[in-house]
């Protein structure tokens, strides 16, 4: 039996226009079958894989559940699980897209609140002169408790909110919020200031595995093969090849080079992307050149750090 | 959900004698409104309740214990006085210890005291009746750990501090990180504090006046307010953050005193001569609560816990935030320390908090009798 290895990616929204856009830069094109609605996919140049199209959701509880391998989601959704998130998914890859940060957020008017601390002094101030305890409106619990304790807030409630939880102290249902932002200029238009020290999370997307997904041989090696493409196309964005004549009989000078973090090529070396030109300059300096810089596709390294983990995790 | 395994009837029945002897026989619903435990309890509470809810009824949970209950229904009796037993099942989730029971019995007794009753002979009763229910089930490694809130928060009074700093070290009794935090800021300078000016120009006015200064540089800074608190009170504690601020921390040899009598734990006596040997140590309110310990204590040896079965300790609190004097535990050597036998305390606070008269006194106790039960937990 060779089941496929099962990948949810977003279904809806910017994360999925995203999720597609990378997935495709690493030749890996994603093809919805059953038009434009459809919740079935494949990754073309990935057989063996079946691809969920779930919302962001869905996919941090079907990744908790073992429902599927692998998934692509933000960071905050899949610690909102609660408990131990280690011991229940592998965050193979962080993506650099979906960037959004977790923060705690009260109305710009509280110039005497700048920091959990005055937070925490105000809300026991509440509590002892009204009985009442502060609410804090938010879809983030689990976050939220584990941040308030460790900052030793405790006279607080918890009033869920399942959409524009920007608007609640406005609208008088809580003091303030605890929600996800990424210009701050929605909390800013309604009246709310970040605390200085209130991030509780900076989340962006994460490729993640699921631990509590059976993992046959074949799965892997078909997970082994996606993320080799994904670590070969992100290190060659960060990498450029430097080549220039004679440069086998360089030894001394490549070896310095490769002390400074280059690594050894053919008539070259392989080097961050940001030190081209400081390496081209040091090259041409000392009377080496021309030196042609140029932009790999791909860099497939012999061992892929991401499968090693995964497998070890798997495996015991 | 884990229930535990049942406890032999005879083992429960001298279980039960001493707490239920004179009290009134009371049951609690299992389903308890989550927003009211939530509220005296805490948001930290959540995690270990069990949340229900029927379509489009209210939430409610799987009662946690059933101090809050019994309390409620003493209160709407009207009675000023009452004494209630109770024996059934509670709930608390425990997902982080997968081996620990989230459904187990719990017998208790909830004492309840006219306002200006003296709190000793109820707390030693309560205390030494917990400790007979515990050791009738036949352990021999049980020990009684005694502490009080009462005590830190007369022992910080006798330091003379700052009343802001004091407070904020009372809040952070029962909060170790807090407390750890005042302490690690001991001997630092006063902080320049920013936005000072604003409150020194507020300080100097009347309430009324600062609040509508306060407006006044909202208005200039394009902040449209929002949510509940007005301007009066965030110019009071603008003036009240600057002050505290500029105010000294604890000093290097105050914070070795509060570290001293935080280590406290020996026996009763040598825990309270060791309180009243650190340099600090005076007031009439920690004279007083020392004099009181004194006499619990006598209380206790009377009551039959026996000397050599107690201990104190000064940071001894609990999870639940009821208790404002008086706690105590029942350990077993065999369980440990964080899967007590019995619980108790003083819990004067509760019954005003839940809109009944204030002054009143209120002391309980809950033992669990398969930690009890020689043959039971392991």
Known sequence: MNEPLIIAVPSKGRLKEQVEEWLADCGLKLSVSGGARGYMAEIKGLAGAQVRLLSAGDIAEALDSGEVHLGITGEDLLRERGGDLDSRALLLRALGFGRADLVVAVPKSWLDVDSMADLEEVAHDLLARTGRRMRVATKYLVQTRAFFARHGVADYRITESSGATEGAPAAGAAELIVDITTTGATLVANGLKILGDGIILKSQAQLAASLRASWSDGQLAVAEHLLRVIEARGTAHESATLVWPDSESDDALIGELVAAGATRRPNGVLAPADRIAAISTLLTAKGRGPVTASRPDFVFETSCVAHEVLVKRVKN | ?378
């Open chain 2, 1 to 378: 959900m884990r229930a535990e395994p049942r406890v032999p009837a005879e083992v429960l029945a001298n279980l039960r004698a001493p707490l239920s002897r004179d009290a009134l026989s009371v049951d609690a619903p299992i389903l308890q409104p989550l927003g009211l435990l939530l509220e005296l309890a805490g948001e930290a509470m959540r995690a270990r309740l069990f949340v229900v809810q029927a379509e489009g009824g209210r939430e409610a949970c799987l009662r946690p214990d059933f101090t809050v209950p019994v309390t409620r229904q003493h209160l709407e009796s009207g009675a000023a006085s009452g004494r209630y037993y109770y024996e059934g099942k509670a709930f608390r989730a425990s997902p982080d210890h997968p081996d620990r029971a989230e459904e187990f019995v719990q017998i208790g007794l909830e004492r309840f005291d006219a306002i200006g009753t003296s709190a000793l002979e109820a707390d030693a009763e309560i205390a030494a009746l917990a400790w007979k229910a515990a050791v009738a089930g036949g352990r021999e490694d049980l020990l009684l750990w005694l502490g009080d809130l009462g005590l830190f928060a007369a022992f910080v009074e006798g330091l003379n501090l700052p009343t802001s700093l004091a407070a904020r070290l009372t809040r952070a009794a029962s909060r170790p990180r807090l407390l750890q935090a005042e302490l690690a800021r001991a001997g630092a300078q006063a902080k320049v504090v920013e936005g000072g000016a604003l409150a020194d120009l507020l300080a100097g006015r009347s309430s009324d006046e600062a609040a509508v200064m306060l407006e006044e540089v909202w208005a200039l800074a394009g902040i449209e307010p929002v949510g509940g608190r007005g301007p009066a009170e965030i110019a009071q504690r603008l003036i009240r953050r600057t002050e505290a601020a500029r105010a000294p921390t604890l000093s290097l040899e105050q914070a070795a005193s509060l570290r001293r009598f935080l280590s406290i734990s020996d026996t009763p006596v040598k825990a309270l001569a060791a309180i009243r040997a650190i340099p600090g140590a005076k007031g009439e309110a920690l004279t007083a609560a020392l004099a009181d310990w004194e006499q619990r204590l006598v209380l206790l040896t009377k009551a039959g816990v026996p000397a050599g079965a107690m201990l104190m300790a000064t940071t001894l609190g609990h999870a639940f935030e009821y208790y404002d004097g008086l706690t105590f535990e029942v350990r077993s050597t065999a369980l440990g320390a964080d899967r007590p036998v019995a619980v108790g305390g003083r819990y004067d606070g509760l019954p005003a908090r839940l809109e009944g008269p204030a002054g009143g006194r209120a002391v309980g106790c809950m033992v669990r009798p398969w930690r009890a039960f020689k043959g039971g937990e392991a």
